[in-house]
């Protein structure tokens, strides 16, 4: 029981830490007070246990596959927040001083809205996980001491990237934090796609490869990675091609950014590199 | 030339109707259940034939909540006590699927078999 409530807490907590401490460390960067972060605690308490609440009522949506499509939306929703709060921020780092209260205001407020949508959907998992194992009551400390601990270990993977982040210069710090967020970002169109395939409402396909024998998803590195980058062992083409698509949207949005950027003022910062 | 001009109209709606017949039988997509009973999978053994999409239905008629979870399927979901789920799984090439309970994994284990 303590094992598995290791696995299953830090699993959870992986992906919302790793979110987490890029868009702390960026907004340190970028001058921003941090509290937002309380914001986003609180709401996203709030709206977990209101998703764990009814999603017994979720789940019946769409002939039984409505845990599927909301979570989907959750993802994809989150995702278009990522590319827009990117936009936003590159925007940001070459904006003159004047401006920049109001362009930080609503950065604030979209990194509240991804911690947010983040917390819901991971936390919501952890009260239906808990509450289930803790209905008989003979295991209640293993359980409380092995979500703990699984927590930590998210937690102390969250910090480890933060302090990276942080220790770098703010423009290498911004440019890392744009490729770690675009990798993060794709994974979730990927585990979108998948939740639509799991729901019958993309087409299923063949894996068109299989990678599970050169890195198990069930293996450390592959748990890392799939928090990370979303790693797939076996993906069908569908499910290739919107990662893809996921990881090209916001290189192209950027891209378009820098360029009109460049071409309509001096920057009052040297970003130029991604 | 005649006749076959006025053959044409049910010519089409027999093709139509060979069609729509033919799409039925593909829609039909085969239905597997399978029961949780004291966070045991109930057969925890299905076999599905090969490159093909099965529906499976899992009933939890434990009180407390599962997770139908597994890497090599691809899938995730969480099965509420006394209420059932739907998962489609497939096509798949043939092989073994080991599939397990996230929240009480030390005993709700199974696989799906692919031949």
């Keep these: 029981m ?23 460390a960026l907004s340190k960067h970028s001058g921003f007070d941090l ?28 002939e039984g596959v409505g845990q599927e499509v909301s979570n989907s939306l959750i993802q994809l929703t989150t995702y278009f927040m990522l590319v827009f709060y990117m936009a936003l921020q590159l925007r940001f780092n070459h904006q003159q001083t004047d401006l920049k209260y109001s362009s930080g205001l609503l950065i604030k407020i979209i990194m509240i809205i991804i911690a947010f949508l ?14 289930s194992v803790t209905h008989s009551e003979d295991h209640y400390v293993a359980v409380i001491i092995g979500m703990t601990i699984g927590a930590c270990i998210g937690i102390s993977v969250g910090f480890l990237f933060y302090y990276l982040l942080i220790n770098l210069t703010s423009k290498w710090a911004m440019n890392t934090g744009m490729v770690l967020l675009i990798m993060v970002s794709a994974g979730m169109v990927s585990q979108a796609s998948l939740l639509l395939i799991q729901a019958d ?14 890195l198990s998803e069930k293996s450390a590195t592959g748990q890392l990675l799939y928090a990370l980058i979303g790693y797939e062992a076996t993906p069908t083409a569908i499910q290739a091609g919107l990662y893809l698509g996921g990881l090209l949207l916001p290189v192209f949005v950027i891209i378009i950014l820098k360029y009109n950027l460049k071409k309509n003022s001096k920057p009052a910062f040297d970003f130029q590199e991604l | ?50 490159n093909t999409k099965v529906k ?13 979870e597994s890497y090599e399927l691809n899938r995730e979901k969480v099965i509420l006590g006394n209420r059932k789920g739907v998962i489609f799984v497939g096509p798949l090439p043939a092989g073994e699927y080991p599939f397990f309970g996230e929240f009480f994994p030390k005993t709700a284990q199974g696989k799906v078999i692919v031949e």
């Design chain 2, 1 to 50: 030339m005649k006749q076959s001009s006025s053959l044409m109209p049910s010519r089409v709606v027999l093709l139509f109707l060979v069609f729509f017949c033919q799409t039925k039988v593909w829609a039909g997509t085969p239905i597997i259940n399978i029961d949780i009973r004291n966070h045991l999978f109930i057969p925890s053994e299905i076999t599905i034939p090969k």
């Design chain 1, 2 to 24: 303590l094992l598995s409530s290791v696995i299953i807490i830090l699993r959870e907590v992986l992906e919302a830490a790793l979110l987490f401490s890029i868009l702390i």
């Design chain 1, 35 to 62: 509290r937002w972060i309380g914001w986003s605690l609180l709401t996203g308490l709030i709206g977990a246990v209101v998703y764990a609440q009814s999603i017994g009522v979720v789940s019946d949506w769409f």
């Design chain 1, 201 to 214: 409402w993309l087409p299923s396909q063949l894996p068109i490869w299989n990678t599970t024998d050169w």
């Design chain 1, 118 to 131: 983040a917390i819901t959907r991971e936390g919501s998992e952890i009260i239906l996980y808990f509450f």
């Design chain 2, 56 to 68: 499976l239905i899992i009933h939890n008629h434990d009180s407390e909540d599962e997770e139908f």
